[in-house]
């Protein structure tokens, strides 16, 4: 087929943190009783493979699923699973179809229901999972795209104010900037209102620049519903970078996406950086580590100390105000990566603590030493 293209190094990254995620959200889900069916949207799907033969994602979530070591335990019926996949040129969606059936049988008579559909992924989204019959049940909805972020926020909102229901979306560099003055009004039904966005500072880096854009992207996501809202910048071994945002309402969401990040990171050079704050930081990060790259091994991530450093400024901070933060509000780090970067800030005498001794519980207070 002549429509294939290259498979982007960012793109290949990207694939790694979603076959990861996919390995916990399968099961998660479907070994719940009380869950009555599942849906997995892959709204800009693509043929389903790349030039050089690698596996698109279509391929790799239905495969995830059917050879999935836990499938004995998940009770997969066509009534309870549906994977969609939505692809605007009929080319593409043919050669897809095609692939699915080469790869795994008849679609008709797999255990689950997959559906490939020709559609625009900001049009045909919502009437398909109506069509469906998944509301009421977990819906994962994967936006995935480099060239149109143009899922309107409403769409959004439905899929996020769903039970136990998840969006990831995706976009290359520049993308908002491109359309601030080009397209302001896609960029108001992105955001949900003019009034949700505000021109970019040109007196900004272009660094900084994109980090108040995803900024404004996350508390999008936030007013959509999810309680929780994630943003990374895929940086590959080589060429562009691509950034991701994730939503979820349920922490055991956040737990398993950044255990699937920290599986894949910095394997093959490639790594998953918080954009909203990992270069802002390394400037104030400077007096508790000389640089990011020259770290002794058993010394904690400089980010994660600046982060941990910072928290000291509101009186009374608990370790469990530290986990809490680490949770919801940075994209890296995890609860298990608290303590340890507490005990290497007491141990440099740059905070104390409350009782000075004995274990550190969750009611553990801290404070910066002045």
Known sequence: MGGLWALEPATEA????????????????????????????DAFAGPGE????????????????????????????????????????????????????????????????????????????????????????PI??????????????????KIASNPSSENIVTFGPNWFSRR?????????LIFGGPQYWQPSNDDLTSTDRWREWLETYRGALKRAGHEYALTFQVMPRTGQPLYLVYGTGHPSGVKAFKDAMWKVDVSDGMRFNDPRTTAGK??????LQPSLFDAPDDVPDP????????????????????????????????????????????????????????????????????
């Open 180 to 188: 601030e003055n080009q397209e302001p009004e896609k960029l108001d």
């Open 282 to 287: 390394q400037a104030a990060m400077a007096d």
């Open 14 to 41: 990207k694939h790694r943190l979603y076959k990861r995620y996919l390995d916990a959200w399968w099961p998660i889900m479907l070994q719940r009783a009380h869950v009555s069916r599942v849906t997995y949207v």
């Open 303 to 370: 980010e994660l100390l600046g982060f941990v450093d910072d928290l000291m400024d509101k009186p009374g901070t608990s370790v469990q105000d530290v986990c809490d933060f680490l949770i919801r509000e940075t994209s890296r780090w995890r609860e298990t990566d608290a303590r340890p970067a507490i005990r290497h800030l007491l141990e440099e005498g740059r905070i104390a603590r409350n009782p000075a001794k004995g274990h550190l519980t969750s009611t553990t207070r801290l404070r910066r030493v002045t």
């Open 140 to 157: 994962l909805a994967v936006f995935d795209s480099w060239g149109n972020v143009g899922v309107p926020w409403v769409d959004l909102r």
């Open 50 to 137: 790349y030039v050089d033969g690698q596996e698109g994602s279509p391929i790799f979530a239905l495969d995830r699923l059917l050879s999935h070591v836990a499938r004995p335990r998940m009770n997969l019926t066509r009534q309870r699973v549906t994977l969609i996949f939505i692809e605007e040129n009929q080319k593409r969606r043919d050669h897809l179809e095609a692939l699915l059936e080469k790869r795994f049988g008849a679609l008709d008579e797999l255990p689950v229901t997959v559906r490939v559909e020709k559609g625009r992924a900001e049009r045909d989204t919502l009437p398909l999972l109506d069509e469906t019959n998944a509301w009421g049940s």
